[in-house]
């Protein structure tokens, strides 16, 4: 995961908590027991309004705060929980691709003969230092 999405994802975490509305998404991470389900329409139908309410809320908090490339292939018709999955999965698969990347793009530096070789080695040394940076857990 990105750091940027990191940080995103405290941010939507702390707002949602002083909504009221994390345990829509967040629940299962943390308590599973706590996940406010869908409640059925029939036997309940004030809070089944109330639940769709909050639902439709957080996925339009979370198209909100992304860009609209981001929003692509964003599933945004059914729960909150899969919109924000989507999005953390997409989160996930932008890091390893950035370090492919920054390896190919030290592979690839050119020494010139101009450049004294300590100049080309530390730009070499950024590269894969910010590459295997990118690929620790976090």
Same mark, same amino acid.
């Not at 994390?22 to 059925?40: C, G, H, T, V, W």
């Not at 692509?72 to 370090?99: I, M, R, W």
């Given at each position: ?16 908590? #002083?909504? =009221? %509305?994390?345990?829509?998404? *967040? +629940?299962? @991470? ?19 309004a109330n639940w769709l309410s909050n639902n ?14 981001? #929003?692509? =292939? %964003?599933?945004?018709?059914? *729960? +909150?929980? @899969? ?43 950024? %590269?894969?230092?910010?590459? *295997? +940076? ?5």
């Open positions: 995961m990105t750091s940027e999405f990191t940080k995103w994802l405290t941010k939507l975490e702390i707002f949602l908590q #002083q909504s =009221g %509305l994390d345990q829509y998404i *967040f +629940a299962l @991470e943390k308590s599973p027991n706590r996940l406010i389900r869908q409640p059925n329409p029939r036997n309940k139908p004030n809070a089944y439709d809320l957080i996925i339009g908090i979370i198209r909100a705060a992304i860009s609209e490339g981001k #929003q692509e =292939g %964003l599933e945004t018709d059914g *729960f +909150a929980k @899969e919109c924000y999955n989507t999005l953390k999965a997409h989160a996930q698969c932008e890091s390893p691709v950035k370090q492919v990347a920054l390896i190919q793009q030290a592979l690839s530096t050119y020494a010139p003969i101009a450049e004294p070789i300590d100049t080309t080695a530390q730009k070499i040394y950024k %590269l894969t230092d910010c590459a *295997f +940076a990118n690929a620790l857990p976090s």
